[in-house]
């Protein structure tokens, strides 16, 4: 039977990774007397992890998370007020974002907030979640730009392909009708069906800050919490701690 080269077969099934590996995992198999189903478990074993990486790597570019901020380095025992294993749990069981659940961080600048959500992003991608990152001032100046040139309803159906969104540092929204109107939309929008992660410099009791009127606040509050899981964090800034070091060691 004349067949082509397995290489060429591999590569017409778009096999690549186990055309660039197979005579490598061939020569394993030999010296250490794999059988044909080992040899075949192995090699689609290995095309299957090079595609998870690569997968991996195109939703984190497209996340656009914050670089370096992953839970293995966040430092728990600087927050003593914060569950390390709920946080962890949230991380490793994500039954939540199937459910169109939400997370809301809480704490004052510096304490690690952005970190944490972006930690929970990443692990949400790991577990092959679309996620994507926002400082909420730029979202909501996206968002009303859309609305200015109507095609809002179009944007908030494009950012639906996203299980996850991270809403970063919604306290810096400014309180204008402008803004807030598209801010609640997103949110309503979500409301029991898609995942929110937002940080807030400000407790619910100060969201009137945010929203231009008392009705919109108590909406926007109302469909967050219906489904969510709240995280406070209650500890010195690490910025803070940073500068304090630093005098101290000159």
């Not at 994500?94 to 939400?102: F, K």
């Not at 944490?116 to 092959?128: D, N």
């Not at 409301?191 to 009137?208: A, C, K, M, P, Q």
């Amino acid at each position: 039977m004349n067949l082509p080269s397995l290489e060429v077969l591999l590569k017409s099934l778009r096999l690549p990774h186990m055309a660039a590996r197979w005579e490598q995992l061939e020569q394993q198999a030999q010296q250490e007397g794999w059988s044909y189903g080992q040899y075949l478990k192995v090699v689609c074993a290995y095309e299957h992890a090079q595609r998870d990486n690569r997968r991996l790597a195109r939703y984190l570019k497209e996340a656009h998370l914050p670089s370096g901020k992953s839970l293995t380095g966040f430092d728990f025992a600087a927050c003593p007020t914060l569950e390390r294993q709920r946080v962890m749990q949230l991380a490793s069981n994500l039954d939540w974002i199937r459910r169109g659940e939400n997370i809301l961080l809480f704490g004052p600048s510096g304490v690690g907030k952005t970190h944490l959500a972006t930690g929970l992003g990443i692990a949400a991608l790991e577990r092959g979640h679309l996620v994507r990152y926002w400082s909420a001032t730029a979202l909501v100046q996206y968002l009303q730009q859309a609305k200015e040139q109507l095609t809002l309803q179009r944007q908030l159906q494009r950012l639906d392909r996203y299980g996850l969104l991270v809403l970063d540092d919604i306290s810096y929204v400014k309180r204008t009708e402008a803004e807030t109107s598209v801010l609640f939309e997103l949110i309503a929008h979500r409301y029991e069906r898609l995942s929110l992660v937002i940080t807030s410099n400000h407790s619910f009791s100060d969201w009137g800050e945010i929203f231009t009127d008392t009705t919109m606040t108590v909406a926007a509050i109302d469909r967050l919490v219906h489904h969510a899981h709240i995280l406070e964090i209650q500890a010195e800034s690490y910025r803070r701690k940073s500068a304090h070091s630093g005098q101290g060691s000159n």
